[in-house]
């Protein structure tokens, strides 16, 4: 693919937005940042990063929220470029308009403010040049919408560039603000892969992410109501295992973002899936972390409602033993009144003839991940009577 370059003076025509500008910023899109370890760490230097994301809410001007938390050592930032679906891009400035900025380490890195109307469920692209040798270790898996690294050189001004290469992970990349001309309600999706679904591509013909589908139902609907995603591909309740456990990471992946009136959870699975008899789990143990949730929601008085754990019999990591936990758990969820309601994503994916495994159409093969069909089914069960 040809490398196409605009002159900076029309490609970057976009300017900072004022101080002077009315409006409330909402969050539109999110990714919960886990740490790269291993044989994920990839290193790069002198190249640009270029992401695509979906904004779930339309504004007229746009802000950053980069992460370095997992980082141990500073980032420095050379450049940032916002591309609009129409083409338009932006140049992304920090610390009231410097071109260039430092992640500090285990710190987020929020930007200016750039206008740039867009529209709501449109995509947009996120660069980064990352001009020193740097270490990708604040990450988010993306791996139906990879991440384009470039060849050697700044390339936030181009229209589009041929990748060097690409990335199944989204580094640094945490949340994009929009503005909007009054404060809008923030709705979290909370969970692990199956609320995740980082494979899902950007041009899915089908929407694969059930906070995705709720997102425009609530649209349609005229609510005010913004959807985004915290979920971690692997992720655990009681215990770190992709990403900090979902007791650790609930200050910052819900507390923290702006404006949230409701979190739906769904959560639990790879707890039992990978209990065994030197880390055992126990329904109590789910239930009692539940609860704190329960509190740590209610003391901001945020919503929290929850789904019963889905089926998995016959998912790698299925046993008898597993199932009966999630029996006892989902009881509980459905009738403890301990949340401020149930969602039950559980029923449009069970299989009616055995409720313990997924249906065959709504899942991808596993029997543990729904699919494209799935997971429009599980979004379009949440009742919309409960936003309000």
Not at 152 to 177: C, E, K, N, Q, Y
Not at 235 to 243: C, F, Q
Not at 359 to 378: I, W
């Amino acid at each position: 693919m040809r490398t196409l370059f605009i002159p900076l003076a029309l490609a970057l025509a976009a300017t900072p937005a004022t101080a002077q500008q009315r409006g409330s910023w909402t969050r539109a899109w999110t990714a919960s940042p886990w740490q790269a370890t291993g044989g994920n760490v990839q290193t790069v230097e002198n190249v640009t990063l270029r992401a695509q994301v979906r904004v779930g809410a339309g504004g007229e001007a746009l802000r950053l929220r980069l992460s370095n938390e997992h980082g141990d050592v500073p980032v420095r930032i050379g450049s940032a470029s916002i591309k609009a679906a129409d083409g338009r891009i932006v140049r992304v400035t920090f610390d009231n308009g410097a071109a260039t900025a430092t992640m500090r380490a285990g710190a987020p890195l929020v930007s200016d403010a750039v206008k740039l109307a867009v529209k709501p469920f449109e995509l947009v692209e996120v660069s980064l040049f990352l001009p020193d040798r740097t270490a990708l270790t604040s990450v988010h898996g993306a791996g139906g919408a990879r991440t384009s690294v470039s060849a050697p050189g700044d390339m936030t001004g181009a229209a589009s560039f041929a990748a060097a290469s690409t990335l199944v992970l989204r580094p640094f990349i945490a949340g994009v603000d929009v503005l909007t001309a009054r404060a809008r309600p923030v709705v979290v999706a909370y969970g692990d892969s199956i609320t995740d679904n980082t494979g899902c591509r950007n041009d899915a013909p089908v929407i694969c992410r059930w906070g995705d589908v709720l997102g425009r139902r609530l649209a349609a609907a005229g609510k005010p109501h913004v959807v985004v995603t915290q979920a971690i591909s692997g992720n655990r309740v009681l215990t770190p295992g992709a990403g900090p456990s979902a007791l650790a990471r609930f200050d910052r992946d819900v507390l923290a973002v702006p404006g949230v009136s409701h979190v739906l959870l769904l959560e639990g699975v790879n707890d039992i899936g990978n209990a065994n008899a030197q880390a055992p789990v126990t329904a109590s143990d789910l239930i009692g972390a539940f609860r704190q949730l329960i509190a740590r929601a209610h003391e901001r008085g945020i919503r929290i409602y929850a789904s019963p754990i889905l089926p998995y019999k016959g998912a790698k990591y299925y046993t008898a033993d597993g199932e009966a936990v999630r029996s006892e758990v989902n009881r509980w969820i459905r009738t403890s009144g301990a949340f401020d309601g149930v969602i039950d994503l559980e029923r449009p994916v069970a299989d009616p003839k055995d409720p313990l495994r997924l249906a065959d159409a709504m899942q991808g093969g596993d029997n543990l991940h729904p699919n494209g069909a799935g997971e429009t089914a599980m979004g379009e069960a949440v009742p919309l009577g409960i936003f309000r």
